[in-house]
Structure formats: C-alpha cells, structure tokens
C-alpha cells in the first residue's frame, strides 16, 4: 500500500512521538507499505522552520535525510497535482495540504492525517 504522511504525522513518525496515533505507526511499518512524503512537506517545514513558528524543530534539509534515513520516498510535484488541486472543495484553504489531497488523489495514494478536515476529502484519506 502507498502511504503519503502528511507533515505533522511525518514528524512524529521520525521523531518516535507519542502523538503518532498506534494505527498510523501500524500502517506505515507494515511490510507491503511504501511510505512517501512529498515535496510540499519538506517546502512546508523548511518554510515554517525559517520563520521560527516551534511547531516544525528542524530544517528541510534535516527532516529530509531523516525521511531518506528511515526509507521514506519523495514524491514529486507534478503538473497534474497542481491542476487537480483545482477540482477539490474548500473545505481547507491551507496550501500545502491542499497539494497532499491533490497528490493522494491523483496517484493514488491513502494519505495519513491527524486533521478532521483534510479528511474530509476522501475516503481514501486515513485521519489518526
């Protein structure tokens, strides 16, 4: 199964926090499971570690060779993620997750949450 983890579970999953709910740790360390994180992720934390918000605790250089450490793929930003995000309701108006729902749809993939609202989208989307 292809997951893409969404920043905030991506974190937790390399820093073995105790917010990452049992069945996401389940899920990403099942044998058939390619975990995935994509550009907007490591976009998203460098952009937030550079502003100094506390919530993202390493740079982008540094959660990218933690995801390649802990054998996670880097999913693209292709063109058509882009234009699929034209077709989504406006349930959410963040940005980078606007792009995971997009990228999830498009390949697809089961995206990995903890927000109620990206959840919303697909029932293909797995909120913990």
Known sequence: ??????TH???WA??????LATR?????????????????TIWEITIKHGLDRGDMPVTGRD?????????????AIE??????IAELPPHHQDPFDRMLIAQALTEPMRLITHDATVARYSDTIVQI
């Open 1 to 6: 199964m292809n997951l893409l983890l969404d």
């Open 9 to 11: 579970v991506a974190l």
């Open 14 to 19: 390399i820093a073995d926090s105790p917010r």
């Open 24 to 40: 996401a740790r389940e899920l990403i360390s099942a044998p058939r499971s390619s975990v995935w994180i994509s550009v907007a």
């Open 63 to 75: 959660a990218l060779r933690y995801f390649r450490d802990s054998g996670y793929r880097v999913l």
């Open 79 to 84: 063109p058509e993620h882009a234009a699929a």
